[in-house]
């Protein structure tokens, strides 16, 4: 590795810049950009090492990147490879088609590397007869399998003593045939055995007349798995296996292919099966399938060792192929991301695995989870809205862990446990399940209503809570009071105390407890209508400033969660996802709103002109107008009454005011004549 990095160096290359992602990048447009590829400053590079595994591309194609084996594909692993391309190709610009077909005329021969290809080349083609200067990836992967065959072949021909299968081409079946019955003839024999020791057994170790009485109701056809685990057949004392008649129905068509198979073979035509006969079949299928996987073992190593030498000398020209193909796609996924980075994105970009449908939604950025622990430490520094899935393939078992992006839409019906469907590149299904859910916002318009929908689930959850709470108790209360009740009129009767038991029976009303709710309203209301008093000269001085109210208000309750959605969604980076599978991220990879929204699809429905029968019944238009006067007349009502704009409201003030006044004129009156008595008091005494 320490050799590989000097590669990568400094020139006075002319790169060509663009801004992708709203980050600026360098362009790998041209041959002539990825022959000058090492000369780039890795600080430019948007990544700088990824895992060979969870990557969309061949495998056979990362493992010849991955020089060194170590599981991951380094900078400088990629520009060895851009060194090694620019000795054997005349034209880099080849890379761009992305062909895995290559001419002896692309070929350079001035160069060792590019002789050997040549050689390589020329090997296969006339090994396999091919004519013409082209070669492709196809013919190798032929040359490789003939070659496979031709080595297994003269294996077996060098073998001194070659083993003779106990029944020649059908041993296979023999052997599929026995390991299908094993299991079965080797309990009734037992229970055969079981009988000998005592016939009082019998009955017991028989299928039971109550276990097919409890199942005769049902469809036998569907109750195959119940009879399955009847005995084989009627155990006896002879322990004859019946190969004809007396067979469990269930059992029968396996029975049928061990006859023809092995029996037949060994013994002719017959109806029974002694142990002794059963045991020597099965002696012999041991004996050949010990020698199948011993033979196979010493094959498969004998021919991977010739394979590797014959590999050995067609590999240039395979990792060129495999380079041709692939190289130049994986660079658009690597030194920068101009695959991820489209109009109209798809599952195109090395790390997207397919496409998950889940609550009306396409979500197109879905990513194999390597890690899980990784990605619940750092992927929420993302700020992407994440949804991780478990996903379980019917068709082949295969499963996968999968973390989507939602970009785009609302998430309400969005809960852990959620079913969905997941579709890999290829187009195989998965069951998806929901499995952990990382909450970023989604858009400005998600952010807006959000403060409303919590709220409304804490009103919710809080009344759902409080009145399961208020049952739960009322109940208790009630069957309390009630057993003592009874006790109660049961010791009153005995002791004349009727009225008294009486009396008890009625609950008083608990006004304490009504105090305390009347209470908060009217401090509730006291607090708006003190709110609105405070703003009525505003309020009534402009009709609009009522409007104006209510946008200011609804402002304060969304603008905090709109202002925060807003400095998320700015900084919405994919890198910290990448991270945790493995990834060496040296750049950011934003997700504005405007690419978010090309990476989550939603449903979209035309306008249907049908009637719908089940339809909730509309209300006609005059009686919205109605409704909505009505509420209108409420609200100015409110406004005007905690503003004290009503007339009468303003009549009760004037009245007020004079009496003030009023008042305040005697108190006046008083004090003058007080003051002119003691005036007239002190003119006296000086006199």
């Known amino acids: 590795m320490a050799k590989i990095a000097k590669l990568i160096g400094k020139t006075s290359y002319d790169w060509k810049y663009s801004t992708v992602g ?3 990048r360098v362009n790998i447009t041209s041959g002539e950009d990825i022959a000058h590829l090492g000369e780039l400053d890795q600080k430019m590079w948007t990544v700088l090492s990824c895992p060979v595994e969870g990557l969309v591309c061949d495998e056979r194609t990362l493992k010849l990147l991955d020089t060194d084996g170590d599981g991951k594909i380094r900078a400088a692993e990629v520009v060895a490879a851009t060194k090694w391309l620019k000795q054997v190709l005349k034209e880099m610009d080849d890379l761009l088609e992305g062909k895995d077909v290559v001419a002896e005329g692309q070929l350079r021969e001035d160069s060792d590397e590019g002789q050997k290809v040549i050689a390589s080349a020329k090997l296969i083609k006339s090994e396999l007869g091919i004519e013409g200067s082209e070669i492709a990836l196809a013919d190798v992967e032929r040359y490789k399998s003939e070659y496979e065959k031709k080595f297994r072949e003269e294996y077996t021909a060098l073998e001194e003593a070659p083993y003779e299968p106990p029944y020649g081409e059908g041993s296979d079946a023999a052997l599929d ?3 299908a019955v094993r299991a079965k003839v080797e309990d009734w024999f037992m229970r055969c055995r079981l009988v000998q020791f005592d016939s009082e057994a019998q009955g017991v170790l028989d299928v039971q007349v109550e276990q097919i009485a409890g199942i005769s109701g049902e469809n036998l056809s569907q ?5 399955a685990a009847y005995p084989l057949a009627r155990p006896s004392v002879d322990a004859q296996l019946p190969l004809n008649e007396g067979i469990n129905p269930v059992w029968r068509s396996a029975m049928d292919k061990l006859v023809s198979a092995a029996v037949v073979p060994d013994y002719g035509e017959k109806n029974t099966l002694s142990e002794a006969e059963w045991n020597a ?3 012999k299928v041991d004996a050949y399938a010990e020698w199948k996987a011993k033979g196979e073992s010493a094959m498969s190593e004998a021919v991977a060792a010739k394979m590797a030498e014959s590999e050995a000398a067609i590999e240039p020209v395979e990792r060129l192929l495999h380079y041709m ?50 990605q619940l430490a750092t992927a929420s ?15 082949n078992g295969e499963q996968m862990d999968i973390v989507a992006a939602l970009t785009d839409g609302d998430v309400d019906g969005l809960v852990e446990g959620k079913n969905a469907v997941f579709y890999d590149r290829a187009g195989q ?9 990382i909450d970023n916002p989604i858009s400005i318009r998600q952010a807006f209503w959000s403060p409303y929908r919590k709220f409304g689930r804490w009103v919710s959850e809080k009344i759902t809570k409080s009145a399961s709470e208020k049952e739960s108790k009322q109940f208790d209360e009630m069957t309390s009071k009630a057993d003592s009740a009874t006790t109660d009129l049961a010791t009153a009767a005995s002791e004349g105390k009727e009225k008294e038991a009486a009396e008890k029976k009625a609950l008083p009303f608990d006004i304490a407890k009504f105090a305390g709710i009347f209470a908060a309203i009217g401090l509730a209301f006291g607090a708006i209508g003190g709110a609105l008093a405070s703003l009525g000269g505003f309020v009534v001085a402009r009709w609009y400033n009522v409007l104006l109210l209510v946008a200011a208000v609804v402002l304060c309750i969304s603008g905090p969660s709109m202002l925060l959605a807003w400095l998320k969604l700015r900084k919405r980076d994919l890198g910290p996802v990448l991270n945790a599978n493995g990834w060496a991220i040296n750049s950011k990879i934003k997700i504005n709103t405007t690419f978010g929204a090309t990476l989550t699809s939603i449903a979209k429905y035309p306008k249907v002109k049908g ?21 209108a007349v409420v609200v100015a009502f409110g406004v005007l009454y905690f503003t004290h704009q009503l007339p009468w409201q303003k009549e009760a003030v004037a009245v007020e005011v004079v009496e003030e006044v009023s008042e305040a004129a005697v108190e006046q009156s008083a004090e003058e004549v007080v003051e002119e008595a003691a005036v007239e008091a002190v003119a006296e005494d000086a006199e």
């Open 429 to 437: 299904d998965y069951d998806a399940v929901v499995t952990k859910i």
């Open 281 to 283: 079949i099965v002696g």
């Open 223 to 227: 109750s195959q798995e119940k009879i």
């Open 611 to 631: 009637i719908d029968p089940f339809a909730s019944k509309k209300m006609p238009w005059w009686q919205k107008c109605l409704w909505w006067l009505l509420a």
């Open 22 to 24: 709203g980050v600026t």
């Open 381 to 395: 520094q993302s700020g992407i809205y994440l949804v991780y899935c478990h996903c379980t393939s019917k068709a």
């Open 177 to 179: 045939a026995v390991s």
């Open 325 to 374: 193909r692939d190289f130049y796609y994986l660079l658009k996924n690597y030194v920068v991301f101009s695959t991820f980075y489209k109009e109209n994105s798809q599952a195109t970009s090395t790390f997207q695995v397919g496409r998950l449908f889940i609550d009306q939604r396409e979500c197109s950025l879905c990513i194999r989870v390597s890690d899980m622990g990784k």
